[in-house]
């Protein structure tokens, strides 16, 4: 089944910077997705972070354009997350997803952590 798997959260000071990953397996269709980064603090829903299309288009929450960059490797099957300037409302649980169609599928999240 397809599985995605997150990593390179971690605690950082605020200004800092981090890199999430996350590799999908058990699908050839890897390409076809549009891949995302969504995040949730405690307390509060999930939100959209970032989104790249299978064309590679783009797309970012206005409380982090300038300071994130989302990106795709299509060979490798791995979508990346570039934070920088990072700021303690960033903390969340921050979760893998990727979609095409009806299919839908979520990563177990990746805890990050702004903090002095």
């Known amino acids: 089944q397809v599985q995605l798997v997150e990593s390179g959260g971690g605690l950082v000071q605020p200004g800092g910077s981090l890199r999430l990953s996350c590799v999908v397996s058990?699908?050839?269709?890897?390409?076809?997705?549009?891949m995302a980064w969504y995040r949730q603090a405690p307390g509060k829903q999930r939100e959209l972070v970032a989104d790249?299309?299978?064309?590679?288009?783009?797309n970012y929450a206005d409380s982090v354009k300038g300071r994130f960059t989302i990106s795709r490797d299509n060979a490798k099957n791995t979508m990346t997350l570039q934070m920088n300037s990072l700021k303690p409302d960033d903390t969340a649980v921050y979760y893998c997803?990727?979609?095409?169609?009806?299919?839908?599928?979520w990563g177990q999240g990746t805890q990050v952590t702004v903090s002095s």
């Open positions: 997803n990727a979609a095409f169609g009806s299919a839908n599928y």
């Open positions: 058990g699908s050839m269709f890897f390409r076809m997705y549009t």
């Open positions: 790249i299309t299978s064309g590679g288009r783009e």
